[in-house]
């Protein structure tokens, strides 16, 4: 190098971000610039000069300097922190063997020699358990999804935001918070969330049930339930909500894995109280083989040597006993993570003595500052409020969406960017070239169907250009291969065989539209429920079967055909039916977000259940006087409803019809046209583009336990009503007082005729009881239960209650409490479990927890909207985690308790929830129409007219004289009863023509092979 170039003629100077010269285009690096140095530091100059190298090339500017990265350091006291928790361990470093002098002197051997194998392993076990990262990439090389990004830098973002939603999530109980169950020193004792993930296909075993000790598939399994949760010695005085039912699920779902296993649930309550899970809890013990066994374990030991756990705990009749198990799951509770607790503190939130962000009574969503005051444009939703299941968590979410909304509807839009389409290519003239996808679902469906098997048979079929199978075709991933396969081998039809397409057909035609296919050249073989749930245990028919069905999928999808989309304009109005809570929160919040909104309640008055609801729980009305300045009215459910009512009215976007019921609606989703009719027999025709359907549910009227008969037996709503007038008179009230109450639970709940958890009664039992307490601490209140569900927080006001003296008593389903009065005072007589002792108790008043039923009228507003109910009455959402909400049919939202039973402040989320979702569709000025629409073949019709009659949209229609009936494409709903009633078939569905029906069925004989060539509606004819 000329001397210009170099450092005192020795080195190379250099730009040392860049490694270029003075000279352009010429570089250097390694020793040249940097004398004799370490193999690594050369490394790193060759891939810096090869960056610039490229960046020359191609006439780019070159790179910058890199961002330094921070070297990671632990203090001595945080190294030893790191060895005490478990997180690193101590070891003394492996020395290479030094040859000894005399040695050294005869030869050039190097004096310290290599590490042997085993040191040298010893030494990287070492380093890796340092509890710090030591950039040795494995992860990034390990990392299938290319996840990981060891050279991403912290980057500050600043953002201007109108409203912030908080949903940090929370953490699991660390296993050991129990230590007499011996997690973490026996191998075979694992937490809820570690056996979920054993259970999973992609985890660590892919699914297959086995020991972490010794890979032996084990048989016996117990769940340990409330570890972590409602635990006052821990900390953790609230129940988790979730760990019973997702406790049940697991050991379903390991039944199902492996047949063999025999799970055991160790239980204090079993708080299965959301909508199916008590039937699912039913399931699980009558015909899943899950034992249920209400007893609190003592201790869990290890048997030496066998891994084999003993569970030590208490049986009915108070004996101790020991129970060998194989593997023993802790369901461990949920907490705030310290992230979470750090970004509260940033901003200022308040949180609970749980740590927990809970929402201020009656005001989902929202958060309260240190000052106890609701802070404003600052929402929480999930489980960083209060633990809680899925369908809970999304319906929260949609909450605090509403209200953002509401809080920004100003500058609705202005961000928004509309999604492009690649152009839609042109297969009319194409051979079909069919692509055939085949999912494991994880182990859902590979477990039991040959996935592989599946695939090499597809890969047979006529005009099948492509097959293979993946874990997850549903998958973010998997969907974009899709999308690439479909370009790499010029596919034009693509075939699904994995789930249901009631929710993932949508996600797969929009996969192969964003590869330049109509989104109608795809076809969904359901190989899921139609295969391996139902034939588990043959899993050579399974295959079969799942090959019939892919063979039946590819013949249909070569007739498959584009079809065009339409769009209609939206009406921007909203009905809600059912002026409840629920239905008045839905009314308003849509007008706040900018809409009209006409409410339809058939009683003369607003407020349904609420205008009987006088108190809310006591540290819940605590926390609203708090959160609203010390207004002493602020947990008053009659003045929520009336400042509800009054809100209302003063709206000038809402239409409020009392006395009014809903005879019939018609339309379509974005253009509905509903007749609603007065008490005086008037009606009126209101034109809606959605429906909120909020008509609530009612009490159930016991017939048992001598209600009706006689005066001292109430409801909890009855004895609420008195509660209220006695707390306003206390003097008057004293000799109205009963000295003794005894309360029964699960009246008309739980039971054959409605057999499913009312939600609310065990805590409405235990608010009434602690009314009573403060009215007068002498009273003696009794309460008979089966399972105390107080979820959540509420297990608060459990633990009060019981401070206060009031007696929980637990019967059996099998012997229920007997109410007698031979002529004197009430009595009721119960065998109290576990000891099924009979204890006899003489009452003053016996207080009924009556369970929550549909409304009677549940089933005819059902058939006028379309939508279904489920088995016990209640209106049935499109999907229960999914879409909670919504109805399968468009355009119709659910909230409030004809959905199912739920407190107030549930009941208001869930309506602020529905209407973000109606709002979605309102905020558009067109929608797509149906594409799946009739079709009608002129060749064929004989204008009898009888698709006419039989059209529930007023799609169809036949012109005095017309020779054929006609479709009004953007009315028709594609419900195909058009094509049922017409004789001649010249009224076919697209998406669903006869042609493409018949090659389904055709194919499963081996004679007569599959046409390769689409049909057409005029070869049809």
Known sequence: LPDELTVRGRTARVNPATLATERPGLFAGGDAVTGTTFVVDAIAAGHRAARSIEAYLRGEPLPGPEAEVEVAKLSADEAWQQVHSGQASAGPRQEPVKLPASERMCDFTEVYGPLTEEQARAEAARCLSCGLCSECLQCVYSCQKHCIDHDMREEWIELDVGAVLLLPGLETMPGDIRPEFGYGRWPNVVTSIEFERMLSASGPWSGIVQRPSDGRHPRKVAFIQCVGSRDLACGQGYCSSVCCMAATKEAVIAREHDPQVEPTIFYMDIRSFGKGFERYVDRAEQEQGVRFVRSMVSTVTEVPGTGDLRVRYATPDGKNVEEVFDLVVLSVGLRPSAG??????????????????????????????????VMPGVFAAGAFSEPKDIPETVIEASCVAAQASALLAGARGALTREQTWPQERDVTDELPRVGVFICHCGINIGSVVNVPEAVAYAATLPDVAYAEHNLYTCSQDTQEHIRDMVQAHGLNRVVVASCTPRTHEPLFQETIRGAGLNPHLFQMANIREQVSWVHRGDHADATAKAKELVRMAVAR??????IEHRTFEVVHHALVIGGGLAGMTAALSIADQGYGVTLVEREAQLGGNLRHIYTALPERAETARRAVSGDTDAADPQALLAATIEALASNPRISVRTGTEVVEVDGYVGQFRSRIRRADGQQEEVEHGVVILATGAREVTPHEYLYGERAGVVTQRELERRLTEWARSPDAAQAALPRRVVMIQCVGSRDEAHPYCSRVCCTEAIKNALALKALDPACEVTTLYRDVRSFGF???????????????????????????????PLAVDVAVQPENEVFHLEADLVVLSAGIAPNADAEAMAQRLKVPLNEDGFFLEAHVKLRPLEFAADGVYLCGMAHSPRFLDETIAQAQGAAIRAVGLLSKNELEATPIVAQVNPRLCAACGLCVEVCPYGARVLEPGAPTAEVIEVLCQGCGACITACPNKASQQKGFEVGQMYRMLDCLYPAGPLETEPVSLEQEG
């Open 340 to 373: 979470a607790r750090q970004l509260a503190e940033r901003l200022g939130i308040a949180l609970n003595e749980f740590g927990f962000a809970e929402a201020p009574t009656y005001h989902p969503g929202r958060v309260l500052d240190s000052l106890s005051e």
């Open 557 to 562: 999808a070569q007739a498959l055909r584009p």
């Open 794 to 824: 509420k297990e608060r006001a459990y633990e009060q209650a019981r401070r206060a003296g009031v007696v929980f008593l637990q019967y059996d389903a099998a012997q229920k409490p007997v109410v007698s009065a031979s002529g004197g």
